[in-house]
C-alpha cells in the first residue's frame, strides 16, 4: 500500500515491495524474546513479519526511489524461506499505481545493497524465466551507491555473503548506469543523505527537509521503532553493532529537535512517526501503522 505524504513543498510517497518474515533473533539481536515478543509477536517458527519500505520522492531533481526491495530475480526455496508469494512487480506495481513508470525514475539511491534492498534494481528480462539477461529494472536511472558498500559487497566474507548478489548491480555497471559516491550526498533541493556507520561500513540514511518541515528515511540505520527507543537494541546483522549505538543517537537528537517524520523501513507494525517524549527517554508516537498479523 503507498501512502502519500509533502513534507514542505516536497511530495513523496512511501511504496512497498510487501512484507516478508524474518527469525526474530536476526532484527532483535542480543535481545532476549520475553523482552522484544511484547513489540512483535512472532509466529510458532519465531518469524516476525518485514516489511519492504522505499521512498519516492518528486524533487526538483526528478524522481527519487530510495531503495528497491527484494525484486523478483528469487528460486522458489528462497520464496519459501521468505515466506512470500512468488509474484512480480510489487514495488513496480505501487509505482504504476501512483502514475509512474519504471522509466520515469531519474535517481535510485541504495542505502546500502543487501538483497532487500538492492534486489528490485535488476530483473529477469522474461518475467519468471532465470534463464534469460538480467537487466536493469529503470533503464534511464543513474544508481547511486557508496564506494565502501560496492567494495564491500563485491567482496564478500563468510558473514555477508548470503545477502550480497552481484547480479543485483553488475548489470547496472555494464549498462554504465552505477555512480559510485563517496559520503554524503546531495539529490535535489531539501533531499540529502547521511552517512550512518553500524549496519554496513557506509549505509546512508536519507533526508527531506522543506519549509520548516523534515523527513527522515532510516532505512537499516534503524529498521524498527523499538530500535530508536531502546538504543541497545541492535540487529544481530548489523556488522559494527557499537557503530549503530552511536548513529541512533545522533539520528535521535537531530529527529527530536526538527520533530522530524520518521519513516520505519521493516517495522511490520510502524510505518511513520515522530519522537515525543516518555517517561524513560522519547518514544515514537506512530502517524502510520500497519497490522503485524492479518488475524489480528
Ligand atoms: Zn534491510
Known sequence: MAYTLTVGSVRCHIISDGRQLSDGGGFFGLVPRTLWEPVIRPDERNRIPVALRSLLIESDAGLI???TGQGDKLGEKEWRRLGMAPRSERLVGELRSLGFQPEDVDTVLFTHLHMDHAGGATRWSTPGDPASPVVPTFPNARHLAQRIELADASFPNERTRGTYFPQNWQPLQAAALLDVV???QRLATGVYTETVPGHTGSIQAVWIED???SLLFLGD????AAHLERLAWVPAFDIYPMQSIEGKRRLRAQALARNSLLVFQHDGQVVSGRLVDGERGP????EISEVAWEDE
Not at 221 to 224: A, I, L, P, V
Not at 283 to 286: G, P
Open 65 to 67: 526511489l530510495v531503495d
Open 182 to 184: 563517496d559520503g554524503d
Open 211 to 213: 519549509g520548516g518541515e
Open 221 to 224: 540505520t534503524c529498521s524498527w
Open 283 to 286: 518514544v515514537v508516537q506512530a
